[in-house]
């Protein structure tokens, strides 16, 4: 099963925007028809953030076919900030198809309800991944981030492909063979957000990692309030539900249709230049 993206709008501007194509070229939603599993317990996973690049982008849960598209925040294109001694994301960074974090469920473990997003991935693997690629992951563990109230999962996982993936298979291996990188991840969460002058974000558990068998559990269970929300047994809200291969769901539409989607976005163009204030390095006393 394989996958592509093709381009729309201008990269670094409001109207980019990143599609997805199935192997035989039809357009589909990287959020719903993109399957969850590659095999058992191997998981697919959308980057959305490469490794060392700072650009927020994110699949667009609201938009027809939830293309990737860069955050905005106060009608500026948001980038996150290089929080000394970080530079951009510190993994490639996206989420797991056809799971869904429900702000209307109020988690067991956190005390605290979903962000209303696919769950989230941090792929500790070597390679530098490219915007929208489609990976297939192990999953090793998940770190409980409270953001603003909200359960926010950070699940670890390490991309199949990677020559040392054999070598992890649960969190305590990420914390022999690669010693500070789950530290690091911990304290990447915790400041990423104080540039735009928010407070320090919390955690679940103490900021402790839970282990293989729990983030498994974890997906599984979003990836069923996933299927609720794809049924229409639950209510969407604001999320845009519209795929082309989930033939139960009320919500599938033809490949005309989403056809129509993407032709009616602007023609791919020239980049713009990435502001050079993203490049400077943020320091403040812990």
């Known amino acids: 099963m394989s996958f592509s993206v093709e381009e729309r ?23 719903h ?6 095999n058992e317990n191997i998981f697919h996973a959308v980057v959305e953030v490469p490794r060392w690049t700072n650009a927020k982008m994110e699949i667009a849960t609201k938009d027809q076919l ?62 530098v991944c490219s915007r929208g690629e489609i990976i297939k992951v192990k999953v090793l563990g998940t770190l409980a981030l409270i953001d603003e109230g909200e359960t926010d999962w950070k699940v ?16 305590d291996d990420v914390r022999r063979l690669k010693p500070g990188y789950l ?10 957000k104080v540039p735009d002058g928010k407070p320090e974000n919390q955690f679940a558990f103490n900021g402790e990692f ?20 794809i049924s229409k047994q639950t209510n969407a809200g604001g999320l845009n539900c519209m795929n082309t291969s ?4 009320p919500f599938c539409c033809s490949a005309a249709d989403a056809e129509a989607v993407v032709k009616s976005a602007s023609a791919f163009g020239a980049e713009e230049p990435i502001p050079s204030s993203v490049d400077k390095w943020f320091y403040y006393e812990k």
């Open 9 to 31: 709008g201008r990269p670094n501007t409001q109207d980019y925007r990143v599609f997805f194509k199935n192997s035989q070229g039809k357009y589909i939603s990287p959020f």
């Open 33 to 38: 028809d993109i399957p969850i599993y590659a």
């Open 66 to 127: 939830n293309p990737l598209i860069q955050d905005v925040k106060k009608g500026n294109l948001r980038y996150v900030a290089n929080v000394f001694p970080h530079k951009g994301y510190i993994w490639n960074y996206g989420a797991i198809p056809q799971t869904w974090e429900d702000p209307n469920h109020k988690d067991g473990d956190t005390g605290c309800c979903g962000d209303n997003d696919p769950i989230d991935i941090c792929d500790i693997g070597n390679k």
């Open 156 to 171: 670890i996982v390490i991309n199949t492909e990677d020559p040392e993936a054999g070598d992890f298979n649960d969190i």
């Open 183 to 192: 530290e690091a991840t911990v304290d990447w969460f915790k400041r990423y």
């Open 210 to 229: 839970k282990d293989r068998d729990f983030a498994i559990k974890t997906v599984k269970s979003t990836h069923e309030f996933w299927k609720a929300l």
């Open 246 to 249: 989930v033939s139960d769901s």
